[in-house]
């Protein structure tokens, strides 16, 4: 029986070879269906191997061909055929279809006969995506936590670094970072519970910040760069959550107050003023344009919370900042009024070359990450014209995004794979503003996903590799270090 | 023929070490070695295999969560831990005959490591890797003293280090300083001995430079594998300086030249084991394992067993009010909480609900709590809580509740993710595969008698759980599912609990004679009677049992003459009616 049963193996991959060299007769109806979906994407020319399983088939023997070169992959496996990558091959591949595109052919045995599926293609731009990514890998928890760090990927390869962990801080609570400029040797980041804090990293150096003040009030959150390095925007936050009872978003996170301030890494003074500070309505999430000399930021007014949770509608708001004398400008303009289309905005984030606005366009409230009718919206800064991008949105979460230093590149965290974990999806902006297809951060071992129990958390592009020695200064400087208290200025 | 004799010496040492430690483990707490199967769960999985090897302590915590996943089986927890400890008596009793330890004295110095592992094998912040890195790196050691030829046993040493602290992590550190002492003992001071200490400096260095060692103040030293870092206390140092202490007691004995101060010595050594053995024994067998007894039973949905091991540690000075909630549970779905639950001595409400803290047994305990009373979200959020906080992977029952909660709310692509990780488990994997005939098929779930009610259960509107107390919740769940009756107990009984007739009023108001309600409970009616006490008439729109009610005037008489304050009629009437809500409402201390 088990030498009928190889002998059956072996006729099945043999089949499998001979459909490799043409000679397979069926015809599949349709494209395959692969994981990670990679059919019809953008990508960039420096990703890693974008490895993929087709999914009901044993055995599958992949095509891949694009001016001047042609790479042929064989795979199989008990729960598809794995399509693996060398390397050097996958480069030279990449290489030779910068700037136009990859045909994929997939010759299968599936539903016990050979045959080939329609071809995709993969394009390959010219513009290269920042060489890392970082994020926070956590439980999508709810209240308590175990292990959890901020991580960098290498997005040419698979390489995975930790840029700090909670194992070597106590087991606290770490989140929000973020880099200037993209720049490793530029980061701030926050703790909580044991050794509470925000710890900025400069070239090196890493200072630990006591961030509450009489004042705010609570210490800072939500940082976020101001392009010069000197100063950083945060929200203070009177944050809260509860949990749905019978509700596909489960958690809902709610600010019953708060305000935007702005950090002088220069004299450890907490900046704001009445217009970020409105007592009748709660800002956050702010941004500095790519220029330095306007701050985005959410505001809803002020409710009853939680009773009124899902009442609370953000729109977008900018107001001007003077980098020089530290101040603010004396009007608030509206950028994005998602209350009037009845949703809220949350996360506004510029593109580095200024000219887009991307931010999370949702039912209600602000904390996106939980609604699963989060989509990605863009607005364009030069003509208005504001769209969802439904090229890369789901019908699950999509939230959290940044962008890459040549604003060609988006990540962002969605829940689309199995509506609880979140993983970082990359697609390409155009020059004229169309999206591309989002597609899955790719890894080594296609089984990743489904065993992986943490969400990619606040993925955030930047341009080098966080050091091995920053690692241990952030942690040394949390234990260690009592913090330096901040001073309050209203301006 | 000394070599054989001491190797039998060692061996009989080790199985009476074995048994020794197998009836007592088996016997004292077999409820504790259960519930250390709840902290991890193995699975075959590539990517949990990989990642965990490619750690600095993998293979030790992979065998460890290998062998933990076992300990659900009865006895099979005290076997292994059983063997282990012997394992060690037998590396400890190797070690200590090459130092040179007279036979008569190789029983106490090789028992003294398992003693040492033994009196932390129950410590609830150690995680279990620890155990197989000592015994691995005992018999590194073991192996280690058997080369004879000097430099060939550096040469193995210094070869082993890095192996031994991959695999086991800082025990690795302690080979070293057992290396660096049995070569100082045996008067070894040459250049090959200093090889060992610069490599595992070096090696460690690495390490700490390459973040393989994430916090070198814990992970280098007795404390890396507990959960949480205190200071370090005599018992977690034990396991490390015990063979080292053993050593160089063997090394004393061979100073020894007098025949009776060799006899002195060894009567001190035994006595001093004895002692040590006896405490640590005492120790175990008087480890509170109430919580672990009452979850075993609650697991296995044995109600009785519930109520049977509550009403064995309800004896008990110490009144542990988490153990209520075991009980209040069991009583809840055998359907008798409003009808028995003052047999009990209850604490007000936190016998029945209460804040979990953050803590993983209250959050795994609370899950059980909100599932059995049809909270299914608030159900899922705990058992989410209690997974996340398992000290190795996964918590298998937790993931097993949020398998059930994910389908009962429709979520079937979170069900199926975790549905996919348990069939990757040796114990549960049977159980996942059964459940996958309900993702995506929502009539088989309605049809299910289980899954359906509670899913009807969550049929209705949205609201955000616990935000106006819990006891609307449950007013919520009886709306959308008036036959899921367990949850009028709960409701009914958080008011007895928190002596809360106005509240109590306005839910009778609108479940009394409804399917939810459709006649009162026992307690119930006699909350109803002292309501009427001071709302006359209110009683009537009840049917009240007669017994119940002239039980009741019978109280009320009894109790005016208590203002004789004659201490007779107060046991009297202690004795009488404490099976009552009346007495519980006049006594009972809300704030325990």
Request: with cysteine; proline share 4%.
């Amino acid at each position: 029986m088990n030498k009928l049963s190889t002998i059956f193996k072996v006729a099945a991959f043999a089949a499998a070879l001979f459909a490799a060299f043409n000679l397979s007769g069926a015809t599949f109806e349709g494209q395959p269906d692969i994981f990670p979906d990679y059919k019809d994407v953008t990508i960039p020319p420096n990703i890693a191997p974008l490895n993929f399983r087709v999914n009901n088939a044993k055995d599958a023997v992949v095509t891949f061909e694009t001016a001047g070169y042609s790479l042929k992959i064989k795979g199989r496996g008990e729960n598809g055929a794995d399509i693996r990558f060398r390397i050097r091959k996958w480069r030279r591949l990449l290489d030779a279809a910068r700037g136009g595109e990859i045909t994929v052919k997939v010759t299968a045995v599936a539903d016990g006969r050979i045959g080939d599926f329609e071809p995709f293609s993969i394009k390959v731009s010219e513009e290269p995506i920042d060489k890392f990514l970082a994020y926070r890998l956590i439980d999508p928890g709810y209240e308590t936590w175990n292990n959890m760090g901020i991580y960098q990927r290498n997005l040419e390869n698979f390489r995975q670094t930790a840029v700090v962990t909670n194992s070597q801080t106590d087991k606290n609570c770490m989140n929000c970072h973020n880099f200037c400029n993209r720049s490793p040797q530029k980061m701030v980041m926050h703790m909580r519970a044991v050794h509470g804090c925000t710890l900025v990293l400069d070239n090196g150096k890493v200072e630990k910040l006591n961030t509450k003040t009489p004042q705010t009030i609570s210490a800072l959150v939500y940082p976020q760069w101001h392009p010069s390095g000197r100063f950083i925007a945060f929200s203070v936050n009177d944050t809260g959550q509860a949990f749905h009872s019978c509700d596909a978003n489960r958690i809902e996170v709610y600010d019953m107050d708060s305000d935007v301030v702005v950090y002088d890494t220069e004299t450890h003074e907490i900046i704001s003023c009445p217009l970020l500070m409105d007592t009748l309505r709660c800002e956050t999430f702010p941004t500095f344009s790519p220029d330095g000399t306007t701050l985005y930021f959410c505001s809803a007014q002020r409710l009853h919370i939680p009773e009124e949770f899902d009442d609370a509608r953000y729109d977008i708001f900018s107001v001007s900042f003077d980098a020089e004398s530290r101040t603010f400008g004396s009007r608030i303009d509206t950028v994005f009024c998602a209350s009037e289309l009845g949703h809220s905005a949350s996360f506004p984030r510029i593109s580095p070359d200024g000219r887009r606005l991307l931010f999370t366009f949702s039912d209600y409230g602000n904390f996106s990450i939980w609604h699963k009718a989060a989509d990605l919206w863009m607005t364009d800064l030069q003509d208005g014209h504001t769209a969802a991008l439904d090229a890369v949105n789901s019908d699950d979460v999509d939230s959290y995004h940044s962008w890459s230093g040549n604003s060609r590149w988006i990540v962002v965290s969605s829940r689309r794979g199995d509506g609880l974990y979140t993983r970082p999806y990359f697609a390409y902006i155009a020059e004229d503003g169309t999206p591309g297809k989002a597609f899955l951060l790719p890894q080594k071992d296609l089984d990743y996903y489904d065993s992986f129990l943490k969400s990619y958390n606040i993925p955030e592009f930047v341009t080098g590799r966080v050091k091995p020695s920053v690692r241990r200064a952030l942690a040394r400087e949390a234990i260690k270090s009592p913090g330096t208290d901040l001073t309050f200025l209203q301006r | 023929m000394k070599c054989s004799r001491t190797r039998l010496i060692v061996v009989v040492t080790a199985i009476v070490a074995a048994v020794a430690a197998f009836l007592m483990l088996a016997l004292a707490v077999p409820f504790k070695l259960y519930s250390l199967e709840q902290n991890q769960l193995f699975l075959w999985d590539r990517h949990y295999i990989l990642s965990t090897i490619c750690s600095v302590g993998g293979i030790s915590r992979l065998l460890s969560d290998f062998l933990l996943g076992f300990f659900a089986v009865k006895y099979a927890g005290a076997a292994i831990s059983a063997v282990l400890l012997s394992l060690l008596v037998l590396f400890s009793g190797k070690a200590v005959g090459r130092c040179g330890a007279p036979d008569g004295c190789i029983p106490p110095l090789a028992l003294v490591p398992a003693i040492a592992v033994l009196a932390v094998l129950l410590d609830p912040a150690l995680h279990w890797d620890e155990v197989i890195s000592l015994v691995a790196a005992f018999a590194a050691f073991a192996g280690y003293v058997s080369i004879e030829n000097y430099k060939t046993r550096c040469a193995a040493g210094t070869l082993l280090f890095p192996l031994l602290w991959l695999a086991t992590g800082a025990e690795g550190l302690l080979f070293t300083i057992c290396v660096l002492l049995y070569e100082f003992l045996k008067g070894n001071f040459s250049w090959p001995t200093a090889i060992q200490p610069v490599v595992t400096a070096a090696v460690l260095f690495a390490g700490v430079r390459l973040s393989w060692v994430p916090d070198p103040r814990w992970d280098l030293g007795p404390l890396s594998h507990y959960e949480w870092h205190g200071e370090l206390s005599l018992g977690q140092l034990m396991p490390w300086i015990s063979l080292p202490m053993s050593m160089v007691l063997a090394a004393l004995t061979t100073l020894l030249r007098r025949k009776g101060v060799k006899i002195a010595f060894a009567t001190v050594l035994y006595g001093a084991v004895l002692l040590y053995g006896v405490f640590t024994a005492v120790a175990i067998c008087r480890t509170d394992q109430s919580f672990e007894e009452l979850d075993w039973h609650l697991k296995a949905r044995d109600w009785d067993g519930v109520i049977a091991s509550y009403e064995k540690y309800s004896r008990s000075p110490d009144i542990k009010v988490i153990n209520d909630v075991f009980l209040n549970i069991a009583l809840a779905e055998k359907g008798e909480l409003c009808e028995k639950m003052f047999n009990y001595e209850q604490h007000g409400l936190s016998s029945l609900y209460f804040n979990y803290g953050r803590n993983v047994r209250a959050a795994s305990l609370m899950n059980e709590l909100y599932y059995s009373a049809g909270a299914v979200a608030l159900s899922a959020r705990m058992a989410f809580e209690a997974n996340v906080n398992a000290y190795g992977h996964l918590n298998p029952r937790m993931t097993q509740r949020l398998v059930q909660t994910n389908i009962i709310l429709g979520s079937y692509e979170v069900a199926e993710k975790y549905i996919k990780l348990l069939e990757k488990s040796i114990f549960y994997r049977k159980w996942a595969t059964s459940q996958r005939q309900f993702l995506g098929d929502d009539e088989r779930v309605a049809g299910d008698s289980e899954y359906g009610a509670k899913r009807l259960c969550t049929d209705g509107a949205n609201y955000l759980g616990e935000t106006e107390g819990f006891d609307n919740d449950l007013m919520e769940i009886l709306r959308n599912n008036p036959s899921h009756t367990i949850s009028a107990d709960y409701l009914m009984a958080m008011y007895l609990l928190e002596r809360d007739m106005d509240g109590l009023a306005l839910a009778l108001d609108e479940f009394y004679g409804t399917e939810a309600l459709a006649t009162l409970p026992k307690a119930v009616q006699e909350a109803v009677i002292i309501t009427s006490e001071v709302k006359p008439g209110y009683m009537e729109q009840f049917e009240i049992d007669r017994r119940i009610f002239s039980r009741y005037l019978k109280l009320r008489r009894e109790a005016g003459d208590l203002y004789s304050n004659d201490q007779q009629i107060l046991y009297k009437l202690t004795a009488n009616y404490m099976d009552t809500f009346w007495l519980y409402a006049m006594f009972a201390d809300n704030d325990e």
